[in-house]
C-alpha cells in the first residue's frame, strides 16, 4: 500500500528504503506535479530492489500513465479511491478543495505529461512485449524512469519529439539531451546511447538469452562490441574477421554441447564435442532445436570450415563472417536459449497468464 500520510522523515534523495516499504521524498496531496513526483519516487525505489514485485511496477505504471492522459480529473479520482481504502478521518471533499486553493500550480505542463505518457507506457509494456523465456529489462524501465523524473523535477515548458539518452555501466543516466518540436507530438522518440558498450550488449542478452550461461552472454556482448567497431569502419573488409567470428562460434560450440546433455537421449558424450563431431552428433542424434528461420543442421555445416579456420588463427573474411551474421540476425543464440529453457522447464516470471 503507498503511504499517503504526511511525512515526518527526512528523505535525502529520491526516496527512503525501510521495512515499511517506499517512503517518497514529495507529497502525493500537495498537487498534481507532486503525485506525480512521488509515484516515479515510489516506481525507482521499487525498481531499485534485488526483489521486484512487478504486481506494484505495473500499478505504478499505469497510474503514471492514466494521470498523464487524463491530468487533475484523474488524480482527484485517486484522491478519493486512496481515502476510501485508508479510511483518512478528514472529508475527502475537503482535501480536494485544500489541494485545488492551495496548490493549483502545482501541475504538469502538457509537454511533461506527453514525456511522462511515453515512458509509462514503455515501462508497462515491457510486460506486454516479453515471452515467457524473455525476461523484464529492469534496469531500462529504471533508466527511463529516473529520465522521467529528472525532466518533470526541472519542469519542461515546451514540446519535445526525441531524446539522446546516454547510459553508463548497469543503466546508470548519464547525461539527456533533446529536440524541440515545431508543433505537438504525442509520441517522443528515445534513443539509447551507451557509454559502456559492452555492459549495454550483455544486458539486451540477459534480457532475451536468459537460458545461455553467464560467460556465454558476456563473450557475445564483447564479440558485438567489436563487431560494431568493424561495421563503422569500411577498411575493416579488408582485415580479419577472427576475433569476433571465433567468440560467437566459441559460445555456439558451448552452448549446442549443453543442449546434447540436456538432451534426452543415450550414450551422451563424456568430454566437450569439438565442431566437426558436434555437428555429426547433433545430426545423427536428431537433437531437437526450437525452430526457426534455419536449420541447425546447415548452420552447423556452413559454419564448419570458416570456424576450422579461426580457430587456427586464420584469416576470416568478410564473406565468411556475414554467414554467420545471416544466423545470428535470424535469432539464432535467442533461439539456442528458448531450446535450453524448454529442456530445463524454466520460464521467466511474470508469464503470460499474469497479466493477460
Known amino acids: 500500500m503507498i503511504n499517503w500520510q504526511p511525512i515526518n522523515e527526512f528523505v535525502d534523495g529520491e526516496y527512503l528504503d525501510n521495512k515499511l516499504g517506499i517512503i517518497p521524498r514529495h507529497n502525493y496531496i500537495t498537487g498534481l506535479k507532486n503525485y506525480v513526483l512521488a509515484t516515479l519516487e515510489q516506481l525507482i525505489g521499487n525498481l531499485s530492489r534485488l526483489n521486484i514485485n512487478d504486481d506494484m511496477i505495473k500499478f505504478l505504471c499505469s497510474s503514471l500513465y492514466s494521470v498523464a492522459q487524463r491530468g487533475n480529473d484523474r488524480y482527484f479520482e485517486v484522491i478519493k479511491e486512496v481515502h476510501e481504502v485508508v479510511g483518512i478521518e478528514v472529508n475527502v471533499e ?10 493549483q500550480d502545482n501541475t504538469l505542463t502538457d509537454p511533461e505529461a506527453i514525456v511522462l505518457s511515453e ?50 555501466t548497469d543503466g546508470l543516466l548519464s547525461s539527456w539531451q533533446f529536440d524541440y518540436a515545431e508543433k505537438k507530438n504525442d509520441n517522443i522518440w528515445i534513443e539509447w546511447v551507451p557509454l559502456d558498450k559492452v555492459d549495454f550488449y550483455y544486458s539486451i542478452y540477459h534480457t532475451n538469452c536468459g537460458g545461455l550461461s553467464d560467460n556465454s552472454m558476456w563473450d557475445l556482448a564483447s564479440a558485438d562490441s567489436v563487431a560494431e567497431q568493424f561495421e563503422k569502419d569500411d577498411s575493416r573488409k579488408t582485415v580479419s574477421y577472427n576475433m569476433p567470428f ?20 543415450k550414450n551422451k558424450p563424456t568430454k566437450l564435442l569439438m565442431w566437426y563431431d558436434l555437428k555429426q552428433f547433433v545430426k545423427e542424434n536428431k537433437i531437437q532445436f526450437v525452430e526457426g528461420l534455419f536449420s541447425f543442421n546447415k548452420m552447423l555445416q556452413d559454419l564448419y570450415w570458416p570456424r576450422n579456420l579461426s580457430s587456427h588463427g586464420e584469416k576470416i573474411t568478410k564473406e565468411q563472417y556475414d554467414k554467420l551474421m545471416y544466423y545470428k540476425d535470424r535469432q539464432l543464440f535467442e533461439l539456442i536459449s528458448y531450446t535450453k529453457l524448454q529442456l530445463l522447464g524454466k520460464k521467466f516470471e511474470p508469464v503470460l497468464p499474469d497479466y493477460e
Do not use: H, P, W
Not at 475537503?94 to 496548490?103: A, G, L, R, S
Not at 571465433?246 to 537421449?265: F, M, P
Open 246 to 265: 571465433k567468440q560467437y562460434c566459441g559460445v555456439i560450440e558451448q552452448e549446442i554441447n549443453e543442449i546434447i546433455q540436456l538432451s534426452n537421449i
Open 119 to 168: 515512458i509509462a507506457s514503455n515501462n508497462y509494456n515491457e510486460y506486454l512485449m516479453k515471452s515467457d523465456y524473455q525476461r523484464c529489462d529492469y534496469s531500462a524501465m529504471l533508466t527511463l524512469s529516473r529520465l522521467a523524473y529528472q525532466i518533470i523535477l526541472q519542469g519542461l515548458d515546451r514540446y519535445i519529439d526525441y531524446i539522446e539518452v546516454f547510459v553508463d
Open 94 to 103: 475537503d482535501i480536494i478543495t485544500k489541494v485545488k486553493n492551495t496548490y
